[in-house]
């Protein structure tokens, strides 16, 4: 029954009910207001939120950083030996001890999080090079302003987006791991009306 499930959930947590998915702050700056950044679990995965959201709406900031979990991750500067040394070096968290699971903020960082996340607060950021696994293909050049595109890891998986700021294009990575076509404009047609 619905109503029974709903009243269990809003017990407290050490009577079986549902445990509140609060923020973890880090010391991660947030791009775009320079608040605290926190760590966030949606039914998505894990990502980085600025504290500003909690705001009013008039000082709020959206601000999220998409975090790429840790097997989508090489270490550039291990080589080929990487994956074998990831799974060895399985970090333990310095508060209680669980493994902890690791994404990838961009290609200078790392975020390690308690496997305990969000009862046990703690994270650890390392320093490094890295990049996204699976695609080794040709550097993709942007169809509508020329720029380079690089490989991200969104929501929704792998994708290209351009590195120019201003233009914002972005392309699918296939099944196969290729890049998508570009997608083409509409092309308007007025001598053909719709009949109705």
Same mark, same amino acid.
């Given at each position: 029954?619905? &109503?029974?499930?709903?009243?269990?959930?809003?017990?407290?947590?050490?009577?079986?009910?549902?445990?509140?998915?609060?923020? =973890?702050?880090?010391?991660?700056?947030?791009?775009?207001?320079?608040?605290?950044m926190g760590i966030?679990?949606?039914? &998505?995965? =894990?990502?980085?939120?600025?504290?500003? !959201?909690?705001?009013?709406?008039?000082?709020?900031?959206?601000?999220?950083?998409?975090?790429?979990?840790?097997?989508?991750?090489?270490?550039?500067? +291990?080589?080929?030996?990487?994956?074998?040394?990831?799974?060895?070096?399985?970090?333990? $968290?310095?508060?209680?001890?669980?493994?902890?699971?690791? !994404?990838?903020?961009d290609p200078k960082?790392?975020?390690?999080?308690?496997?305990?996340?969000?009862?046990?607060?703690?994270? +650890?950021?390392?320093?490094?090079?890295?990049?996204?696994?699976? !695609?080794?293909?040709?550097?993709? +050049?942007?169809?509508?302003?020329?720029?380079?595109?690089?490989?991200?890891?969104?929501?929704?998986?792998? !994708?290209?987006?351009?590195?120019?700021?201003? $233009?914002?294009?972005?392309?699918?990575?296939?099944?196969?791991?290729?890049?998508?076509?570009?997608?083409?404009?509409?092309?308007?047609?007025?001598?053909?009306?719709?009949?109705?």
């Amino acid at each position: 029954d619905f &109503t029974q499930q709903l009243d269990k959930a809003e017990k407290d947590p050490e009577e079986g009910g549902m445990r509140p998915n609060q923020m =973890v702050l880090t010391s991660i700056d947030c791009p775009t207001c320079g608040r605290k950044m926190g760590i966030r679990t949606a039914s &998505t995965g =894990v990502f980085l939120g600025c504290s500003g !959201y909690a705001l009013p709406p008039k000082e709020r900031c959206k601000t999220t950083i998409n975090l790429v979990p840790e097997n989508e991750v090489l270490n550039v500067l +291990e080589g080929e030996d990487a994956e074998t040394n990831a799974l060895r070096a399985k970090r333990r $968290c310095p508060k209680c001890g669980t493994a902890m699971d690791s !994404y990838l903020i961009d290609p200078k960082r790392k975020l390690h999080v308690c496997g305990n996340n969000p009862t046990c607060d703690g994270y +650890e950021i390392e320093e490094g090079e890295f990049r996204i696994k699976g !695609y080794d293909g040709p550097i993709v +050049e942007c169809e509508k302003c020329g720029s380079e595109m690089h490989l991200k890891m969104g929501r929704f998986g792998k !994708y290209m987006a351009c590195t120019n700021e201003e $233009c914002k294009n972005t392309r699918k990575i296939l099944r196969n791991g290729e890049v998508a076509p570009p997608k083409e404009d509409p092309v308007t047609l007025p001598e053909l009306r719709c009949e109705k």
